[in-house]
Nanobody
Framework: QVQLRESGGGLVQAGGSLRHSCTPS????????MGWYRQAPGKDREWVAA??????????YYADSVKGRFTLSRDNARNTVYLQMNSLKPEDTAVYYC????????????????WGKGTLVTVSS
């Protein structure tokens, strides 16, 4: 059974930083796409970033709203992917979710197969 363990939410002042991590378990496939999404109160879920694993290499993609501020990285030894969130703004306040798709030619707008439970990020002004 695929599970995604997330951590790293919290409260931070505008301009601050947080790091969100996602550790998958129970995977039966080596290559996958891991995506981050967020949902702010009263708004639709929004895609934030994605990392596509292809053997020893990986590729990252970011929504325009976070490009230059958020960075994805992967620690293979810990089997964990990190979303480093810098220069946070109040409009970044949301529940952040990581998710996995078995599709490696994934593009934003495609679905995900497995979802984490989400962690709350609150950015105060």
């Amino acid at each position: 059974q695929v599970q995604l363990r997330e951590s790293g939410g919290g409260l931070v002042q505008a301009g601050g930083s947080l790091r969100h991590s996602c550790t998958p378990s129970g995977l039966t496939f080596d290559n996958y796409t891991m995506g981050w999404y967020r949902q702010a109160p009263g708004k639709d879920r929004e895609w934030v970033a994605a990392i596509i694993s292809g053997g020893k290499t990986y590729y990252t993609y970011y929504a325009d709203s976070v490009k230059g501020r958020f960075t994805l990285s992967r620690d293979n030894a810990r089997n964990t992917v990190y979303l480093q969130m810098n220069s946070l703004k109040p409009e970044d306040t949301a529940v952040y979710y990581c998710a996995i798709s078995q599709v490696t030619d994934w593009v934003p707008g495609d679905g995900m197969d497995y979802w984490g439970k989400g962690t709350l990020v609150t950015v105060s002004s």
